[in-house]
């Protein structure tokens, strides 16, 4: 398998951000009881992230020492905020308001933080493949989770009814959001390790 292809991998599988590794785990619980607002977060989650990684892959930050670096991470994310969440109203106008809060907690959410920061991914192309993998990896996770929990809580995916006739909306609070995210994280490493894709 190529380097690339291993990276790519890694981000959408077995590294992956809500899945596997518990990042961004706040924003997540919080803002997927229904796909309206999980969309709304996967959308400032990406604008957020992606323009971080793009501006630090081309800083020259290699030598800066780490509690530096971290800080920028976080004044780089931050200042992506506002034009991320004003996109985001206008796409979203209704939901937006609602989890505005947990959005701005993705400005200091362990992918960036964390994976921005790999010592094991040497070559910049690498570590910025790994982050894009990482992103659409949470992105798809988040979306399904979201549907999966709406439909089991509301009976509904996007607002619309799906015929559910009991509901449980128990999974739409979010202890329950926990409980359940805890049961697909499990149920996801069980696939992943039963089809035998290497979590190194």
Same mark, same amino acid.
């Given at each position: 398998?190529?380097k690339? #292809?291993? &990276?790519?991998?890694?981000?959408l599988? *077995?590294?992956?951000?809500?899945?596997?590794?518990?990042l961004?785990?706040?924003?997540?619980?919080?803002?997927?009881?229904?796909?309206? *607002?999980?969309?709304?977060? %996967?959308?400032?989650?990406?604008?957020? &992230?992606?323009?971080?990684?793009? =501006?630090?892959?081309?800083?020259? #930050?290699?030598?800066?020492?780490? *509690?530096? /670096?971290?800080?920028? @991470?976080? #004044?780089? =994310?931050?200042?992506?905020? $506002?034009p991320?969440?004003?996109?985001?109203?206008?796409?979203?106008?209704?939901?937006?308001?609602?989890?505005?809060v947990y959005? %701005?907690?993705?400005?200091v959410?362990?992918?960036?933080?964390e994976?921005?920061?790999? /010592?094991?991914l040497?070559?910049?192309?690498?570590?910025?493949?790994?982050?894009v =993998?990482s992103?659409?990896?949470?992105d798809? =996770?988040? $979306?399904i989770?979201?549907?999966? /929990?709406?439909?089991i809580s @509301?009976?509904?995916? @996007?607002?619309?009814?799906?015929?559910?006739?009991?509901?449980?909306?128990?999974?739409?609070?979010?202890?329950?959001g926990?409980?359940?995210?805890g049961i697909?994280?499990?149920?996801?490493?069980?696939?992943i390790?039963?089809?035998g894709v290497?979590? /190194?």
């Open positions: 398998m190529s690339s #292809l291993d &990276t790519v991998k890694k981000g599988l *077995t590294k992956n951000p809500l899945f596997c590794s518990g961004v785990l706040s924003a997540a619980v919080f803002t997927s009881d229904n796909l309206k *607002t999980a969309l709304t977060t %996967a959308l400032c989650f990406t604008i957020i &992230t992606a323009f971080t990684a793009l =501006a630090v892959y081309f800083l020259p #930050l290699a030598k800066t020492p780490y *509690t530096v /670096r971290i800080i920028l @991470y976080i #004044l780089i =994310a931050s200042c992506v905020y $506002v991320a969440v004003t996109l985001s109203a206008l796409i979203f106008p209704a939901d937006t308001p609602k989890i505005i959005i %701005a907690c993705i400005c959410n362990s992918l960036i933080l994976r921005f920061d790999k /010592r094991n040497k070559k910049k192309s690498q570590k910025l493949l790994f982050i =993998a992103i659409v990896g949470f798809v =996770a988040l $979306v989770f979201s549907i999966f /929990r709406e439909i @509301y009976g509904s995916v @996007y607002g619309k009814l799906v015929g559910l006739s009991t509901p449980l909306p128990i999974f739409g609070y979010v202890f329950g926990l409980i359940l995210l697909f994280s499990a149920i996801f490493r069980f696939i390790m039963s089809v290497n979590e /190194r």
